[in-house]
């Protein structure tokens, strides 16, 4: 536990519940609790509010260059300007949560230390969810204010011991929400994620659905890039920019014309990695007319990452379907929530494909397609939900 939290919650534990005990081991990195076992989920569900409450603690070294009156600014204008940035992020990542718990604290502090040149961020409760992203935006505004030959040296380190750190170290959100690109890529998974970068901020295009679900926040290979075309940007011209930008990373566009893949047309690009090439699948949207409500087939499939940000937002903005949070949450824990209605072919097809990826299945299905999906994949992928026991396609 963060010493920042202290103590306290053990001894409150112990006067609660006297008839257990508990004590760090393996170098206080596990926690043994001893109890009867009819308080097993009592104790198991506190603890885990706990954990999620206990502060999490990055800082950020900044490079010699970094000129920290700028970044603080006259009477801390600036540094208040940050701030206050980083609330309103929080405020609408946190949006329209219907499982929020009200008495969380789930804010992220800003310090600046001028003596060791550092900028400390403190994430509590279900920020952590958005600190890759909240870490991005920051390292943004340090750029700024630094010379740019020695942006590269900036660092990264998680002090917490609650284990986020998979949120902040080699984290594909951390680089997107950065406005700076990436130096080099040797992967596949890297060259995609500086592909996706040069889209996002070059392009002010904003990449969505699978890509942003399966290999920003689960870290998995990919299949191809899906992007919505800005209005005004042609498919030839936003391929001469992304080939001026990735070229020098070693990135090169394959094929020179696109093709059609249904709504979009496809480019490729090669790189050192071998094979396979990476797709992009740039899709005009004003050309899209047919479509199933709510426009989005699961929780999971609303993501994209914002144009103007490089942080990840919901694709489809309604208030009657599950929150930012609660998709981010979903896609890292492999959970799915269905928003086509599966009765349908469409939607017992899109049910299909999450499932055969591995994801369980949180929404309540009806018979006969019920049965017809238990069929093709293992029980333990259905746990519905009554919660989730909603028409989102009404």
Not at 73 to 100: A, F, V
Not at 171 to 194: D, H, W, Y
Request: net charge positive.
């Amino acid at each position: 536990i963060n010493a920042e939290y202290g103590d306290s919650w053990m001894s409150k534990l112990r006067r609660e519940y006297p008839q257990i005990s508990m004590c760090f081991q393996n170098r206080d990195k596990e926690l043994v609790v001893y109890a009867p076992k009819r308080l097993i989920a009592l104790i198991r569900l506190q603890l885990k509010t706990i954990f999620a409450n206990s502060p999490e603690q990055v800082t950020i070294k900044l490079a010699n260059s970094t000129k920290i009156g700028a970044l603080i600014g006259k009477g801390g204008s600036n540094k208040e300007r940050i701030q206050k940035t980083i609330n309103q992020i929080l405020e609408e990542s946190l949006d329209n949560d219907k499982d929020d718990d009200d008495d969380r604290d789930d804010s992220v502090t800003l310090r600046v230390d001028s003596t060791k040149k550092t900028v400390i961020l403190s994430f509590k409760g279900d920020s952590k969810l958005f600190m890759s992203s909240i870490i991005g935006y920051v390292k943004s505004e340090i750029s700024t204010c630094t010379e740019d030959d020695e942006i590269p040296e900036l660092k990264v380190e998680v002090t917490g011991s609650i284990g986020n750190r998979s949120l902040v170290q080699n984290s594909q959100q951390l680089i997107l929400a950065t406005n700076r690109p990436p130096s080099s890529c040797k992967t596949r998974e890297e060259a995609a994620i500086a592909i996706a970068h040069a889209i996002i901020w070059q392009l002010r295009c904003d990449v969505y659905g699978g890509f942003v679900r399966d290999c920003v926040i689960r870290n998995q290979s990919l299949n191809d890039i899906d992007v919505h075309l800005r209005s005004g940007l042609g498919v030839q011209q936003a391929s001469s920019i992304l080939q001026k930008a990735l070229t020098p990373l070693g990135i090169n566009l394959t094929q020179r014309g696109p093709t059609t893949k249904g709504a979009a047309q496809m480019i490729e690009f090669s790189g050192r990695w071998g094979k396979p090439n990476i797709q992009v699948d740039l899709v005009d949207p004003t050309k899209i007319t047919t479509g199933q409500r709510p426009f989005v087939s699961a929780d999971v499939d609303n993501l994209a990452i914002d144009p103007t940000t490089g942080r990840i937002c919901l694709k489809v903005k309604n208030q009657k379907l599950l929150s930012l949070k609660r998709s981010i949450s979903h896609a890292r824990k492999n959970k799915f929530v269905a928003y086509y209605d599966p009765s349908t072919p469409v939607g017992l097809q899109r049910c299909q494909k999450l499932l055969s990826k591995g994801f369980t299945l949180l929404s309540p299905v009806k018979e006969p397609q019920l049965s017809q999906l238990k069929a093709q994949f293992p029980p333990s992928l259905f746990q519905p939900k009554q919660k989730y026991n909603q028409q989102w396609w009404a």
